[in-house]
């Protein structure tokens, strides 16, 4: 913690995480800017969109349980700001069996969660067929992505960030190489598509394994795993109680999502094709920006771990500004430069033509959202997780009112209703961010 005493050194400290989870998030993104740019050549509306519906079915159904990463790497970084090697084992086996027993769950109920899923997309016709042939060979990635999910949060609360980009990038050039070949190459559509992602999710998950086995508090978890201790009731209690609200939470930021795309549907195949590439553009933007919340929730984990409030304040102040000033300048950059390349993800005239009507959104939306990130990441290293949920909550509602009231202004409304979905998140755990550092520092 000494290293971070001075400003120079604080900044150090923030860039030593944000810039490898930028790259690592980056490479991430590629999943889904890959598939789409992909499928994108052979020039079909209902492959495009087929493979965005289905994309986004397993979003839903996958990213509500990311609080496997996101506590992992909470509860690790606090045991690190302890000096505790037996408690970031613990962490990591509790998360690991928690990720097996829901991906059981997720596979016996696969006949039911699939059409019943694509229905609520509205899924229809040829876009409905395409997304069931993606979601029929991807789904079987689940279990595949919940452990990734807990190997990764755990090496990221213990700093090992830069291993996770080596495999990120290697498993996404896997990707991309899949893609190409298997439905460029060999015709396989989106079928093609799919199966890129399952086997290169594996690949990604031998990889990150490897590497945790090498951190020295992985020694230890064997033996917490066979031990009842580990699996007592108040410590499941407690791991429960704080991915109650990170599922919740995110539950309402999936759902908020899928209101975009069902809406999308509505209106469709070209407008969702668009939709479809303007929020690729902005989870890039996002996944970018996130890198100053992953060096969110690991720094303030340790400083809350080791009860240094003036650290703490130091670090939320220093991270806003430069989350705010990034987000500006991505921002200039889609502005100057967004246009071509949002373009480039379609062959069909229509397609590009109805992107760029909408494409100012994609221009505002890194700048808009910068706030809510970083003070997610505050939140969920200090552990405030019920407080992110009811401010969360708070904006859910004024996202759902707006939705309604901006019918009238068509898929603009739809862009306008998340942005200010985005702002207001910000807004609600700025204004209790006081409240919850003095309960937890005095």
């Given at each position: ?272 094709a668009a939709n479809g590439i303007l929020y690729q553009l902005f989870i890039l933007s996002a996944l970018i920006l996130d890198g100053f919340e992953n060096a969110a929730q690991v720094l303030c984990g340790e400083a809350v771990g080791a009860h240094d409030r003036t650290l703490f304040e130091r670090l939320v102040r220093a991270l806003l500004l430069w989350g705010v000033g990034f987000g500006a300048m991505i921002s200039l950059v889609y502005a100057l430069a967004g246009g071509r390349f949002a373009a480039s993800f379609s062959t069909d005239p229509q397609v590009i033509a109805t992107t760029l009507s909408y494409f100012r959104w994609a221009i505002l939306l890194p700048l808009l959202g910068v706030s809510a990130y970083v003070f997610d990441g505050i939140f969920i290293g ?61």
């Amino acid at each position: 913690m000494a290293t971070i005493d001075r400003p120079a050194g604080l900044n150090g400290a923030i860039w030593a995480i944000a810039l490898p989870a930028m790259l690592t998030n980056v490479a991430t993104a590629l999943f889904g800017l890959a598939d789409l740019w992909v499928i994108g050549q052979l020039g079909d509306a209902n492959a495009q969109a087929g493979v965005e519906i289905g994309a986004k079915f397993m979003m839903g159904l996958l990213v509500i349980f990311n609080f496997l990463r996101t506590g992992t790497i909470a509860l690790t970084a606090q045991a690190a700001g302890r000096g505790d090697e037996a408690a970031q084992a613990a962490a990591l086996v509790r998360a690991a069996g928690l990720a097996l027993a829901i991906a059981a769950i997720l596979l016996a109920l696969m006949p039911l969660a699939v059409p019943a899923g694509l229905d609520l997309l509205h899924a229809r016709g040829g876009v409905a067929a395409e997304a069931r042939t993606y979601v029929g060979i991807r789904y079987w990635s689940g279990a595949l992505w919940l452990l990734n999910a807990v190997l990764v949060g755990w090496l990221i609360g213990r700093r090992r960030v830069r291993a996770v980009l080596v495999v990120e990038v290697a498993a996404n050039l896997l990707h991309i190489a899949l893609d190409l070949f298997f439905v460029l190459g060999l015709g396989w559509g989106v079928a093609g598509v799919a199966t890129a992602t399952l086997l290169s999710e594996g690949g990604k998950l031998l990889a990150i394994f490897v590497i945790a086995a090498r951190q020295p508090p992985f020694a230890l978890a064997g033996g917490l795993a066979r031990r009842r201790d580990t699996w007592h009731r108040s410590e499941i209690g407690a791991l429960l109680r704080l991915n109650r609200d990170l599922f919740v939470r995110t539950i309402l930021l999936t759902v908020a999502i899928l209101l975009l795309t069902r809406a999308g549907a509505f209106r469709g195949p070209l407008v969702l094709a668009a939709n479809g590439i303007l929020y690729q553009l902005f989870i890039l933007s996002a996944l970018i920006l996130d890198g100053f919340e992953n060096a969110a929730q690991v720094l303030c984990g340790e400083a809350v771990g080791a009860h240094d409030r003036t650290l703490f304040e130091r670090l939320v102040r220093a991270l806003l500004l430069w989350g705010v000033g990034f987000g500006a300048m991505i921002s200039l950059v889609y502005a100057l430069a967004g246009g071509r390349f949002a373009a480039s993800f379609s062959t069909d005239p229509q397609v590009i033509a109805t992107t760029l009507s909408y494409f100012r959104w994609a221009i505002l939306l890194p700048l808009l959202g910068v706030s809510a990130y970083v003070f997610d990441g505050i939140f969920i290293g200090a552990t405030w997780t019920r407080a992110m949920l009811l401010t969360m909550a708070a904006a859910f509602a004024i996202y759902g009112a707006l939705l309604l009231l901006a019918g009238p202004l068509g898929n603009h409304g739809l862009w306008l209703a998340f942005s200010v979905f985005l702002v207001a998140r910000a807004a609600g755990q700025a204004l209790v961010l006081s409240r919850l550092e003095r309960r937890t520092f005095e």
